[in-house]
């Protein structure tokens, strides 16, 4: 019951393109409703009950058939007759559930219309009104197509009973349109029953519904066929629009989240030469922190002018004091014992003091060498300091850069003016403050690089 | 970025194990040797501060290794020297100078007006200022890239920085040991 219900939606789609070919139909039976009309009643009765069943037939033929036959058959002109026949059967054996709610609500009306029947008189009266209304024009069709979209609400809601007010007018209306287009069929049928009466053709009737059932089964095969080649379409759509998903993800995972501002192009190459660009401004702005003089200097060439210059002023100097130690030490032995002589020093300071000895760091070693070598390179004269003095003062104004060693020394030179000459005990226990304050500077200092590092 | 105290230390024992290698080979020969042999242990030790991680460092241990393989084999021991020479450098792209010749011909063609003249002017100054800066940097000439190009510079900045602050202390300290 669920997959006919999930079949009745699927097919939902059609009415909408058949509503174009229900307009030519419209506009056929107008043509054919210019023949005469036969006055008598009891052939009217006759009609109302053939055409209350071709109602739902057609109704349900021009939901369950699809576009393309529906135009196929309109087209041919000549057939109509056959074609309405055709309709009849395709709608009764596509849909097997709902024939036996037909059969229902064919019961429920024609208990029902005699009932709720006006008399003759009133009959004839709607006769005359009705091909007026038809022959102006636009607006008669527009309500066919309205009375048309009622039978196919009807049809969906086939098992619930529909009220009785609402079924009258619509088969009165289309009473006096269906007998001119069945008219062939229905005359050997009425001519053979009519003096049985109404009961009698109400059987014949079942019997030719049940044997329409069984003997068409060639179009059943064939609308199954069409069925199936409808639904290969569907599933390659279903698969192309997978497709797309996967397609359209792919790129948003590759592209550069760069945010563009208003006017500025938004293409791939465009972004990764902005994002190129951000790349060697920042650069650019480390170097102007790193290089001394460059601040002042703005434009990309300048600044590139002196990095290059400091560079080739750097390794100008590498190449100065490697001359010029080489020069000074007539062997390297002599730089060796200078390197050795700093190492003397810590162990001598490890002999006097065992508990600091402990805290010391490597740079706190050579730092305290450094202290020491100077201390005894000042004690022998005091011109011989007056003379290096100048000699270090030339050399900081000759060379930007600052050195901690340079620092320290002029320290140890001022507290050596402070101090006697014997005092080494406590010129030693000053260098180890100054050295405790250097490792806290050092400390800060590191830290810096390495959020720079980071950031890089 | 600066050099650090720990960067100092680091040059000193690598560049004092480079002297104790050149001590027995050179201690009769001329100045310019002994000058020769201290500005190779020096550039060494201070390419060995970055352990090959840099292009400069890898460019400047290969130019010395060509040199004295000996030296830098003994001085690298500790940071897989094999591994470090053989390792790569980014290849140098190399152009057809016809067509090269035929482009610029093209560009020249064109008329251009005043404001786009005097860009392509700073463009072109731009371009010769940093391949100047190519020529100056160790193993820059194989840099393709101008943001590696400028990294690169930055850190070869801070060794050198090293380098000439170790070695200025040192022969301020051997100056005074000789008038004292």
């Known amino acids: ?456 | 970025m600066q050099p650090t105290s720990s960067m100092n230390e680091e040059f000193l024992k690598k560049w004092q194990m480079g002297l104790q290698i050149f001590r027995p080979s050179i201690d009769n020969t001329s100045v310019h040797e002994r000058k020769k042999a201290i500005k190779l242990s020096a550039d060494v030790a201070m390419a060995s501060l970055r352990k090959g991680t840099t292009c400069w460092s890898r460019a400047l241990i290969e130019k010395t290794a060509t040199e004295d393989n000996f030296l830098v084999r003994q001085m690298l021991s500790g940071i897989k020297a094999e591994t470090l020479i053989n390792k790569k450098l980014p290849k140098k792209t190399v152009c057809h100078r016809k067509i090269v010749r035929r482009s610029k011909k093209i560009l020249r063609r064109k008329s251009k007006s005043a404001s786009e003249e005097a860009a392509a002017k700073a463009k072109r100054l731009v371009k010769r200022r940093t391949q100047g800066l190519r020529n100056v940097v160790p193993g820059g000439e194989l840099m393709s890239n101008d943001v590696l190009l400028l990294q690169e510079t930055l850190d070869y900045i801070v060794s050198l920085q090293t380098q000439v602050n170790v070695m200025r202390s040192i022969v301020d300290a051997a100056e005074a040991e000789i008038e004292r």
């Open chain 1, 1 to 456: 019951m669920e997959n006919e219900l999930f079949m009745n939606a699927g097919v939902s789609h059609p009415p909408v393109m058949t509503s174009p070919s229900s307009s030519s139909a419209m506009l056929k039976w107008v043509s054919m409703e210019t023949q005469p009309v036969d006055p008598s009643l009891s052939r009217n009765l006759f009609w109302e009950k053939s055409t209350e069943q071709s109602i739902f037939d057609s109704a349900l033929s021009s939901l369950v058939s699809s576009p393309t036959p529906s135009n196929s058959n309109f087209s041919v002109g000549g057939v109509g007759g056959e074609n309405v026949i055709m309709r009849e059967l395709i709608g009764k054996l596509g849909n097997i559930g709902d024939i036996y709610g037909i059969t229902a609500s064919n019961g429920n009306s024609c208990y029902a219309t005699p009932m709720s029947s006006p008399p003759p008189g009133s009959m004839m009266e709607t006769k005359t009104t009705t091909p007026m209304a038809e022959l102006s024009g636009d607006p008669g069709f527009a309500e066919r197509a309205a009375r048309f979209s009622c039978f196919g609400s009807r049809s969906f809601n086939s098992r619930t009973n529909s009220p009785f007010p609402i079924n009258n007018e619509p088969p009165i209306t289309t009473n006096e349109k269906m007998p001119r287009v069945s008219s062939s069929p229905v005359f050997k049928p009425l001519a053979s029953h009519v003096p049985a009466g109404e009961s009698s053709g109400e059987l014949s009737r079942k019997r030719k519904t049940k044997s329409k059932q069984n003997s068409p089964s060639a179009v059943s095969s064939s609308k199954e066929i069409e069925e199936k080649e409808d639904s290969d379409p569907k599933r390659c759509k279903k698969s192309e629009e997978n497709g797309d998903k996967t397609k359209s993800i792919d790129p948003y995972k590759d592209y550069i989240h760069v945010r563009a501002r208003r006017g500025q192009a938004t293409d791939s190459h465009s972004l990764a030469e902005r994002v190129r660009r951000e790349k060697i401004s920042e650069r650019m702005k480390l170097l102007q922190d790193l290089v001394p003089g460059c601040n002042k200097v703005t434009g990309k060439a300048l600044m590139l002018d002196e990095i290059i210059n400091y560079v080739q002023s750097l390794q100008r100097q590498v190449e100065f004091l490697s001359m010029k130690l080489s020069s000074v030490n007539t062997r390297l032995d002599f730089n060796m014992d200078a390197l050795l002589s700093k190492d003397i020093f810590p162990s001598s300071n490890n002999l006097m003091h065992h508990q600091q000895v402990l805290q010391l760091d490597s740079s706190a070693e050579t730092l305290l060498g450094d202290h020491h070598n100077k201390n005894l390179q000042l004690n022998p004269d005091i011109s011989s300091n007056n003379v290096i003095n100048p000699l270090e003062t030339s050399e900081t104004r000759s060379f930007i850069s600052h050195l901690p060693t340079l620092a320290h020394f002029t320290d140890s030179i001022s507290q050596y003016s402070t101090f006697s000459e014997d005092d080494l005990h406590s010129i030693i226990h000053m260098g180890f403050a100054q050295n405790r304050l250097q490792e806290l500077n050092q400390g800060s200092s590191n830290q810096v690089p390495s959020h720079m590092k980071a950031e890089l």
